[in-house]
Protein backbone atom coordinates (compact mmCIF):
# COMPACT_ATOMS: atom_id res chain seq x y z
CA UNK A 1 0.00 0.00 0.00
CA UNK A 2 0.81 3.40 -0.37
CA UNK A 3 1.14 3.91 3.39
CA UNK A 4 4.27 1.46 3.67
CA UNK A 5 5.66 3.07 1.12
CA UNK A 6 5.52 6.25 3.19
CA UNK A 7 4.48 8.44 0.40
CA UNK A 8 7.43 7.49 -2.18
CA UNK A 9 5.70 5.72 -5.54
CA UNK A 10 8.33 2.72 -4.51
CA UNK A 11 9.86 0.61 -2.42
CA UNK A 12 12.95 1.08 -4.51
CA UNK A 13 12.71 4.63 -3.68
CA UNK A 14 11.89 4.59 -0.06
CA UNK A 15 14.66 2.38 0.72
CA UNK A 16 17.44 4.10 -1.52
CA UNK A 17 16.44 7.14 0.78
CA UNK A 18 16.55 5.78 4.04
CA UNK A 19 20.20 4.47 3.44
CA UNK A 20 21.66 7.38 5.51
CA UNK A 21 19.42 5.74 8.53
CA UNK A 22 20.58 2.10 7.99
CA UNK A 23 24.04 3.30 7.87
CA UNK A 24 23.33 4.85 11.87
CA UNK A 25 21.78 1.53 12.58
CA UNK A 26 24.72 -0.60 11.26
CA UNK A 27 27.06 1.29 13.09
CA UNK A 28 25.13 1.65 16.40
CA UNK A 29 27.44 0.32 19.34
CA UNK A 30 30.15 -0.22 17.18
CA UNK A 31 32.21 2.86 17.78
CA UNK A 32 34.61 3.30 21.12
CA UNK A 33 35.58 6.43 22.44
CA UNK A 34 38.19 5.87 24.33
CA UNK A 35 39.40 9.39 25.90
CA UNK A 36 41.28 12.33 24.91
CA UNK A 37 43.71 11.93 22.01
CA UNK A 38 46.42 13.88 23.69
CA UNK A 39 46.49 11.28 26.71
CA UNK A 40 47.21 8.18 24.29
CA UNK A 41 50.51 9.04 22.83
CA UNK A 42 48.34 10.68 19.21
CA UNK A 43 50.52 12.93 17.28
CA UNK A 44 49.07 16.34 17.23
CA UNK A 45 49.67 16.34 13.95
CA UNK A 46 46.75 13.77 13.33
CA UNK A 47 44.43 15.05 16.40
CA UNK A 48 44.97 18.51 14.15
CA UNK A 49 43.30 16.57 11.26
CA UNK A 50 40.71 15.40 12.86
CA UNK A 51 39.51 18.14 14.61
CA UNK A 52 39.13 19.93 10.71
CA UNK A 53 37.12 16.80 9.92
CA UNK A 54 35.07 16.72 12.51
CA UNK A 55 31.04 16.55 11.71
CA UNK A 56 29.63 18.93 14.37
CA UNK A 57 26.66 16.15 15.21
CA UNK A 58 29.36 13.34 15.66
CA UNK A 59 31.72 15.68 17.65
CA UNK A 60 28.91 16.55 19.97
CA UNK A 61 28.30 12.60 20.65
CA UNK A 62 32.13 11.85 21.31
CA UNK A 63 32.60 14.78 23.28
CA UNK A 64 29.61 13.77 25.50
CA UNK A 65 30.70 9.62 25.03
CA UNK A 66 34.11 10.08 26.68
CA UNK A 67 33.69 13.44 28.65
CA UNK A 68 36.42 15.22 26.45
CA UNK A 69 35.87 18.74 25.46
CA UNK A 70 33.96 19.59 22.58
CA UNK A 71 36.31 19.08 19.31
CA UNK A 72 39.02 17.34 21.09
CA UNK A 73 40.30 14.92 19.00
CA UNK A 74 39.29 11.55 20.77
CA UNK A 75 40.64 7.69 20.30
CA UNK A 76 37.96 6.37 18.33
CA UNK A 77 37.76 2.30 17.95
CA UNK A 78 35.64 -0.28 16.77
CA UNK A 79 33.97 -2.61 19.05
CA UNK A 80 32.00 -5.67 17.78
CA UNK A 81 30.18 -7.30 20.72
CA UNK A 82 28.19 -10.01 18.56
CA UNK A 83 31.29 -11.38 17.06
CA UNK A 84 32.31 -13.85 18.95
CA UNK A 85 35.74 -14.80 17.52
CA UNK A 86 38.80 -14.10 20.27
CA UNK A 87 41.58 -11.57 19.53
CA UNK A 88 43.58 -14.36 19.92
CA UNK A 89 41.85 -16.04 17.20
CA UNK A 90 41.10 -13.16 15.11
CA UNK A 91 45.12 -12.42 14.94
CA UNK A 92 45.72 -16.40 13.67
CA UNK A 93 43.59 -16.00 10.61
CA UNK A 94 45.51 -17.08 7.85
CA UNK A 95 42.85 -16.17 5.01
CA UNK A 96 39.03 -14.85 4.60
CA UNK A 97 36.44 -16.94 2.21
CA UNK A 98 33.87 -14.43 1.43
CA UNK A 99 30.99 -16.35 0.00
CA UNK A 100 27.17 -14.59 -1.27
CA UNK A 101 25.28 -14.25 -3.93
CA UNK A 102 24.18 -11.51 -6.18
CA UNK A 103 24.37 -7.96 -4.65
CA UNK A 104 25.95 -9.61 -1.68
CA UNK A 105 28.78 -11.09 -3.29
CA UNK A 106 29.10 -7.18 -4.90
CA UNK A 107 29.44 -5.92 -1.48
CA UNK A 108 31.95 -9.04 -0.48
CA UNK A 109 33.97 -7.59 -3.52
CA UNK A 110 34.46 -4.09 -1.63
CA UNK A 111 34.58 -6.08 1.61
CA UNK A 112 37.88 -7.80 0.29
CA UNK A 113 39.64 -4.19 -0.62
CA UNK A 114 38.85 -2.96 3.05
CA UNK A 115 39.97 -6.25 4.70
CA UNK A 116 43.19 -6.71 2.56
CA UNK A 117 43.99 -3.03 2.99
CA UNK A 118 43.72 -2.53 6.42
CA UNK A 119 43.98 -5.82 7.93
CA UNK A 120 46.24 -7.07 5.47
CA UNK A 121 44.64 -10.71 5.44
CA UNK A 122 44.76 -12.33 2.31
CA UNK A 123 41.01 -12.38 0.96
CA UNK A 124 38.88 -14.29 -1.87
CA UNK A 125 35.58 -13.67 -3.01
CA UNK A 126 32.94 -16.43 -4.41
CA UNK A 127 29.77 -16.49 -5.38
CA UNK A 128 28.32 -19.32 -3.53
CA UNK A 129 27.30 -21.37 -6.29
CA UNK A 130 30.77 -21.64 -7.79
CA UNK A 131 32.17 -22.01 -4.26
CA UNK A 132 31.95 -25.92 -3.38
CA UNK A 133 32.57 -26.99 -6.60
CA UNK A 134 35.91 -25.71 -7.03
CA UNK A 135 37.36 -27.62 -3.90
CA UNK A 136 38.00 -24.68 -1.71
CA UNK A 137 41.07 -24.77 0.54
CA UNK A 138 39.76 -24.51 3.79
CA UNK A 139 41.98 -24.83 7.11
CA UNK A 140 41.13 -24.42 10.52
CA UNK A 141 42.19 -20.95 10.49
CA UNK A 142 40.53 -20.18 7.23
CA UNK A 143 37.93 -17.27 8.29
CA UNK A 144 34.61 -17.66 5.69
CA UNK A 145 32.46 -14.73 5.85
CA UNK A 146 28.83 -15.09 4.35
CA UNK A 147 26.94 -12.27 3.24
CA UNK A 148 23.00 -12.52 2.94
CA UNK A 149 20.04 -10.03 3.37
CA UNK A 150 17.68 -12.65 3.58
CA UNK A 151 19.48 -15.23 5.57
CA UNK A 152 17.85 -17.74 3.45
CA UNK A 153 19.60 -18.03 -0.15
CA UNK A 154 20.09 -21.80 -1.04
CA UNK A 155 23.33 -21.46 -2.46
CA UNK A 156 24.88 -19.22 0.19
CA UNK A 157 23.23 -21.73 2.60
CA UNK A 158 25.17 -24.78 1.54
CA UNK A 159 28.30 -22.84 0.95
CA UNK A 160 27.99 -22.13 5.08
CA UNK A 161 27.26 -25.61 5.79
CA UNK A 162 30.20 -27.02 3.32
CA UNK A 163 32.85 -24.93 4.81
CA UNK A 164 31.80 -25.28 8.55
CA UNK A 165 32.21 -29.27 7.93
CA UNK A 166 35.53 -28.44 6.74
CA UNK A 167 36.29 -27.31 10.04
CA UNK A 168 36.21 -23.38 9.06
CA UNK A 169 34.67 -20.36 11.45
CA UNK A 170 32.22 -18.80 9.48
CA UNK A 171 30.64 -15.36 10.22
CA UNK A 172 27.60 -13.97 8.51
CA UNK A 173 26.85 -11.14 7.98
CA UNK A 174 22.86 -10.79 7.56
CA UNK A 175 20.12 -8.38 8.04
CA UNK A 176 17.47 -11.26 9.09
CA UNK A 177 18.78 -12.27 12.94
CA UNK A 178 16.56 -15.50 13.04
CA UNK A 179 17.11 -16.79 9.28
CA UNK A 180 18.87 -19.78 8.18
CA UNK A 181 22.23 -18.44 8.45
CA UNK A 182 21.92 -16.69 11.11
CA UNK A 183 20.93 -19.83 12.99
CA UNK A 184 23.75 -22.07 11.51
CA UNK A 185 26.85 -19.66 11.26
CA UNK A 186 29.21 -19.44 14.06
CA UNK A 187 29.19 -15.76 14.18
CA UNK A 188 26.65 -12.79 13.03
CA UNK A 189 27.24 -8.98 12.31
CA UNK A 190 23.69 -7.72 11.64
CA UNK A 191 22.66 -5.16 9.25
CA UNK A 192 20.84 -2.70 10.33
CA UNK A 193 18.67 -1.98 7.04
CA UNK A 194 15.20 -3.29 8.14
CA UNK A 195 13.29 -4.99 6.21
CA UNK A 196 13.86 -4.77 2.40
CA UNK A 197 10.66 -4.93 0.19
CA UNK A 198 12.22 -4.60 -3.30
CA UNK A 199 13.56 -7.04 -5.52
CA UNK A 200 16.27 -4.65 -6.52
CA UNK A 201 18.68 -4.26 -3.43
CA UNK A 202 19.70 -1.22 -2.30
CA UNK A 203 20.42 -0.59 1.55
CA UNK A 204 20.68 -3.86 2.44
CA UNK A 205 23.99 -3.78 -0.01
CA UNK A 206 24.94 -0.17 1.41
CA UNK A 207 25.13 -1.69 5.38
CA UNK A 208 26.69 -5.21 4.73
CA UNK A 209 29.71 -2.23 3.18
CA UNK A 210 29.17 -0.54 6.47
CA UNK A 211 29.87 -3.91 8.62
CA UNK A 212 32.80 -4.72 6.19
CA UNK A 213 34.77 -1.57 7.10
CA UNK A 214 33.77 -1.71 10.65
CA UNK A 215 35.21 -5.24 10.67
CA UNK A 216 38.19 -4.42 8.48
CA UNK A 217 39.15 -1.74 11.17
CA UNK A 218 37.97 -3.89 13.88
CA UNK A 219 40.54 -7.00 12.69
CA UNK A 220 43.05 -4.06 11.84
CA UNK A 221 42.97 -2.63 15.81
CA UNK A 222 43.30 -6.58 16.97
CA UNK A 223 46.13 -7.19 14.56
CA UNK A 224 47.61 -4.04 14.76
CA UNK A 225 48.00 -3.71 10.53
CA UNK A 226 47.22 -0.03 11.16
CA UNK A 227 48.87 2.76 13.32
CA UNK A 228 45.99 3.98 15.96
CA UNK A 229 45.41 7.59 14.49
CA UNK A 230 44.62 6.09 10.63
CA UNK A 231 42.52 3.86 12.77
CA UNK A 232 40.87 6.97 14.77
CA UNK A 233 40.09 8.68 10.85
CA UNK A 234 38.98 5.91 9.55
CA UNK A 235 35.93 5.43 12.07
CA UNK A 236 35.69 9.07 11.90
CA UNK A 237 35.17 9.24 8.26
CA UNK A 238 32.48 5.70 8.46
CA UNK A 239 30.33 8.24 10.82
CA UNK A 240 30.30 10.37 8.72
CA UNK A 241 28.84 8.75 5.73
CA UNK A 242 25.35 8.72 7.08
CA UNK A 243 25.52 12.92 6.68
CA UNK A 244 27.41 12.56 3.84
CA UNK A 245 25.13 10.18 1.79
CA UNK A 246 22.27 12.87 2.89
CA UNK A 247 23.44 14.91 0.85
CA UNK A 248 23.10 12.71 -2.15
CA UNK A 249 19.57 12.72 -1.36
CA UNK A 250 18.62 16.16 -1.86
CA UNK A 251 16.21 17.17 -5.09
CA UNK A 252 19.10 18.88 -6.86
CA UNK A 253 21.12 15.68 -7.09
CA UNK A 254 17.54 13.56 -7.56
CA UNK A 255 17.43 15.85 -10.76
CA UNK A 256 20.13 15.75 -12.42
CA UNK A 257 20.22 12.10 -12.08
CA UNK A 258 16.60 12.07 -13.39
CA UNK A 259 17.49 13.98 -15.97
CA UNK A 260 20.19 11.78 -17.21
CA UNK A 261 18.67 8.91 -16.57
CA UNK A 262 16.12 10.29 -19.32
CA UNK A 263 19.01 9.91 -22.11
CA UNK A 264 20.00 6.49 -20.90
CA UNK A 265 16.68 4.94 -21.34
CA UNK A 266 17.03 5.88 -24.96
CA UNK A 267 19.80 3.15 -25.36
CA UNK A 268 20.32 -0.30 -25.61
CA UNK A 269 23.82 -1.06 -24.43
CA UNK A 270 26.22 0.89 -22.73
CA UNK A 271 29.46 0.59 -19.75
CA UNK A 272 30.22 0.97 -16.58
CA UNK A 273 34.28 1.31 -16.08
CA UNK A 274 36.56 1.83 -12.75
CA UNK A 275 39.49 0.56 -11.28
CA UNK A 276 39.85 -0.64 -7.94
CA UNK A 277 36.68 -0.48 -5.13
CA UNK A 278 35.33 1.92 -8.21
CA UNK A 279 35.27 -1.04 -10.33
CA UNK A 280 33.44 -3.74 -7.68
CA UNK A 281 30.61 -0.40 -7.49
CA UNK A 282 30.28 -0.26 -11.50
CA UNK A 283 29.66 -4.29 -11.08
CA UNK A 284 27.09 -3.41 -8.92
CA UNK A 285 25.56 -0.28 -10.83
CA UNK A 286 25.53 -2.42 -14.13
CA UNK A 287 23.36 -5.04 -12.48
CA UNK A 288 21.17 -2.74 -10.58
CA UNK A 289 20.58 -1.18 -13.86
CA UNK A 290 19.92 -4.75 -15.44
CA UNK A 291 17.50 -5.92 -13.09
CA UNK A 292 15.02 -3.17 -13.09
CA UNK A 293 15.41 -1.21 -16.53
CA UNK A 294 16.40 -4.52 -18.89
CA UNK A 295 18.97 -2.24 -20.49
CA UNK A 296 22.26 -4.48 -21.31
CA UNK A 297 25.41 -3.09 -19.47
CA UNK A 298 28.79 -4.03 -18.90
CA UNK A 299 30.80 -3.54 -15.88
CA UNK A 300 34.49 -3.28 -16.94
CA UNK A 301 37.82 -2.72 -14.88
CA UNK A 302 39.00 0.46 -16.72
CA UNK A 303 42.55 -0.68 -17.53
CA UNK A 304 40.95 -3.93 -19.40
CA UNK A 305 38.63 -1.92 -21.82
CA UNK A 306 41.38 -1.85 -24.38
CA UNK A 307 42.01 -5.66 -24.01
CA UNK A 308 38.59 -6.83 -26.24
CA UNK A 309 35.58 -4.02 -25.01
CA UNK A 310 36.31 -1.26 -26.67
CA UNK A 311 35.78 -2.70 -29.82
CA UNK A 312 32.07 -2.31 -28.82
CA UNK A 313 31.76 1.86 -27.73
CA UNK A 314 30.20 3.54 -30.87
CA UNK A 315 29.50 7.22 -31.33
CA UNK A 316 27.13 8.05 -28.34
CA UNK A 317 27.50 4.49 -26.30
CA UNK A 318 26.96 6.01 -23.00
CA UNK A 319 29.94 5.37 -20.17
CA UNK A 320 29.76 5.85 -16.79
CA UNK A 321 33.06 6.16 -15.04
CA UNK A 322 33.29 5.79 -11.38
CA UNK A 323 36.67 7.76 -10.55
CA UNK A 324 37.24 8.01 -6.28
CA UNK A 325 40.39 7.02 -5.67
CA UNK A 326 42.75 9.84 -6.12
CA UNK A 327 45.96 7.47 -6.74
CA UNK A 328 44.22 5.74 -9.47
CA UNK A 329 42.86 9.28 -11.07
CA UNK A 330 45.08 9.56 -14.02
CA UNK A 331 45.08 6.07 -15.20
CA UNK A 332 41.42 5.95 -15.08
CA UNK A 333 41.55 9.63 -16.91
CA UNK A 334 43.61 8.08 -19.81
CA UNK A 335 40.41 5.34 -20.69
CA UNK A 336 38.13 7.93 -20.06
CA UNK A 337 40.23 9.89 -23.08
CA UNK A 338 40.27 6.30 -24.91
CA UNK A 339 36.35 5.69 -24.88
CA UNK A 340 35.56 9.36 -25.54
CA UNK A 341 38.05 9.07 -28.51
CA UNK A 342 36.11 6.57 -29.80
CA UNK A 343 32.45 8.70 -29.36
CA UNK A 344 31.27 7.57 -25.84
CA UNK A 345 28.86 10.10 -24.02
CA UNK A 346 31.09 9.92 -20.83
CA UNK A 347 29.31 10.53 -17.46
CA UNK A 348 31.89 10.42 -14.66
CA UNK A 349 30.68 9.90 -10.83
CA UNK A 350 33.89 11.71 -8.61
CA UNK A 351 34.77 13.80 -5.80
CA UNK A 352 33.52 17.68 -5.68
CA UNK A 353 37.34 18.80 -5.83
CA UNK A 354 37.71 17.08 -9.23
CA UNK A 355 34.79 18.50 -11.25
CA UNK A 356 36.49 21.38 -12.95
CA UNK A 357 39.38 19.14 -14.35
CA UNK A 358 36.81 16.64 -15.02
CA UNK A 359 34.66 18.86 -16.61
CA UNK A 360 37.18 19.70 -19.44
CA UNK A 361 37.16 15.89 -20.78
CA UNK A 362 34.10 14.37 -19.58
CA UNK A 363 30.54 15.01 -21.21
CA UNK A 364 28.95 15.34 -17.87
CA UNK A 365 29.97 15.33 -14.02
CA UNK A 366 28.15 14.26 -10.80
CA UNK A 367 29.97 14.80 -7.50
CA UNK A 368 29.95 13.06 -4.62
CA UNK A 369 31.42 14.51 -1.60
CA UNK A 370 34.80 13.58 -0.47
CA UNK A 371 35.39 10.55 2.35
CA UNK A 372 38.42 8.11 2.61
CA UNK A 373 39.43 6.10 -0.66
CA UNK A 374 38.43 2.77 0.38
CA UNK A 375 34.91 3.69 2.45
CA UNK A 376 33.73 5.50 -1.08
CA UNK A 377 31.46 2.90 -2.34
CA UNK A 378 28.93 3.69 0.48
CA UNK A 379 28.50 7.15 -1.58
CA UNK A 380 29.37 6.05 -4.99
CA UNK A 381 27.13 3.54 -5.02
CA UNK A 382 24.35 5.74 -4.30
CA UNK A 383 23.71 7.61 -7.74
CA UNK A 384 24.05 4.82 -9.22
CA UNK A 385 20.84 3.24 -7.48
CA UNK A 386 18.95 6.34 -8.36
CA UNK A 387 19.90 6.08 -12.09
CA UNK A 388 19.22 2.93 -12.35
CA UNK A 389 15.33 3.30 -11.02
CA UNK A 390 14.89 6.76 -12.82
CA UNK A 391 15.50 4.78 -16.04
CA UNK A 392 13.17 1.71 -15.30
CA UNK A 393 10.71 4.27 -14.17
CA UNK A 394 11.04 6.63 -17.35
CA UNK A 395 10.48 3.22 -19.38
CA UNK A 396 7.46 2.56 -17.21
CA UNK A 397 8.48 -0.74 -15.35
CA UNK A 398 7.54 -2.71 -12.14
CA UNK A 399 10.23 -1.45 -10.16
CA UNK A 400 9.79 -3.38 -7.02
CA UNK A 401 9.04 -6.43 -8.72
CA UNK A 402 11.08 -7.01 -11.97
CA UNK A 403 10.04 -9.80 -14.48
CA UNK A 404 11.89 -13.27 -13.79
CA UNK A 405 13.46 -12.36 -10.21
CA UNK A 406 12.56 -12.98 -6.55
CA UNK A 407 13.72 -11.32 -3.69
CA UNK A 408 15.25 -14.23 -2.15
CA UNK A 409 15.96 -17.69 -4.16
CA UNK A 410 15.78 -20.36 -1.98
CA UNK A 411 16.78 -23.08 -4.60
CA UNK A 412 20.24 -24.16 -5.82
C1 LIG B 1 18.30 -12.65 -5.21
C2 LIG B 1 17.91 -11.17 -5.15
C3 LIG B 1 19.17 -10.30 -5.13
C4 LIG B 1 20.07 -10.71 -3.99
C5 LIG B 1 20.42 -12.21 -4.05
C6 LIG B 1 21.10 -12.68 -2.79
O1 LIG B 1 18.84 -12.92 -6.45
O2 LIG B 1 17.10 -10.82 -6.25
O3 LIG B 1 18.81 -8.94 -4.96
O4 LIG B 1 21.25 -9.95 -4.00
O5 LIG B 1 19.24 -12.99 -4.17
O6 LIG B 1 20.20 -12.55 -1.73
P1 LIG B 1 20.61 -12.57 -0.22
O7 LIG B 1 19.32 -12.50 0.54
O8 LIG B 1 21.36 -13.83 0.04
O9 LIG B 1 21.46 -11.36 0.02
Do not use: W
Not at 305 to 326: F, R, W
Request: hydrophobic share 45%; net charge negative; aromatic share 6%.
Amino acid sequence: TTAEKAGYDYFMLKEIFEQPRAYRDTMRGKVKVIGDAKDSGVSQQSGVEIREKIDEEVAERIAKQADVNYGLPAILQVQIEECKLSVEKIQQIEKVHIVACGTAYHAGLIGKSVIESCARIATEVDVASEYRYRSPMITPRTLVIVVSQSGETADTLAALREAKQQGAHVLAITNVVGSSIAREADDIVVTGAGPEIAVASTKAYTTQLIAFFLLGIYFAQLRQTLPQDKITNLVMAVEQLPALAEQLLTTEKTEQLAEIARRIALHHDLFFIGRGVDYAVAQEGSLKLKEISYIHSEAYAAGELKHGTLALIEQGTPVIALMTQPALFDKTMSNIKEVKARGAHVLVIAYDNMAEELAKTADEVFTIPMTEAILSPALSVIPLQLLAYYTALTLGHDIDKPRNLAKSVTVE
